[in-house]
Nanobody, 129 residues
Framework: QVQLVESGGGLVQAGGSLRLSCTAS???????????MGWYRQAPGKQRELVAQ???????NYADSVKGRFTISRDNTKKAVYLQMDSLKPEDTAVYYC????????????????????WGQGTEVTVSS
């Protein structure tokens, strides 16, 4: 199984900044590569939505609502993804979830296999007005 551990959420005033971090790991093998790592968020009473995604080839995608304010980055060596959130607004308040998709994992006995769609436990971001 693959674990995604997030950190960096908290309470901040509007206009402030936060940096979220997420690291992927497995206790039963080695993660060889991760195609896509990203951040989603879910506000109370709303559906989960994509915030930003970073693909292994360098491409990034952002929700229109965060373009120019949020920056996603990856450290492939550490199997980590980060989200720098600046100029935060109260409407950014949500639980933020890390996602990793299309992983290549080496396990002894089975070799390298593709495993897909893993989620972190979520980290809460609250922006006060």
């Amino acid at each position: 199984q693959v674990q995604l551990v997030e950190s960096g959420g908290g309470l901040v005033q509007a206009g402030g900044s936060l940096r979220l971090s997420c690291t992927a790991s497995t206790t039963s093998g080695t993660i060889v590569s991760i195609n896509a790592m990203g951040w989603y968020r879910q506000a109370p009473g709303k559906q989960r939505e994509l915030v930003a995604q970073a693909i292994s080839d360098g491409r990034t995608n952002y929700a229109d609502s965060v373009k120019g304010r949020f920056t996603i980055s990856r450290d492939n060596t550490k199997k980590a993804v980060y989200l720098q959130m600046d100029s935060l607004k109260p409407e950014d308040t949500a639980v933020y979830y890390c996602n990793a998709d299309r992983l290549l994992i080496f396990r002894s006995g089975t070799g390298i296999r593709s495993e897909n769609d893993f989620w972190g436990q979520g980290t809460e971001v609250t922006v006060s007005s």
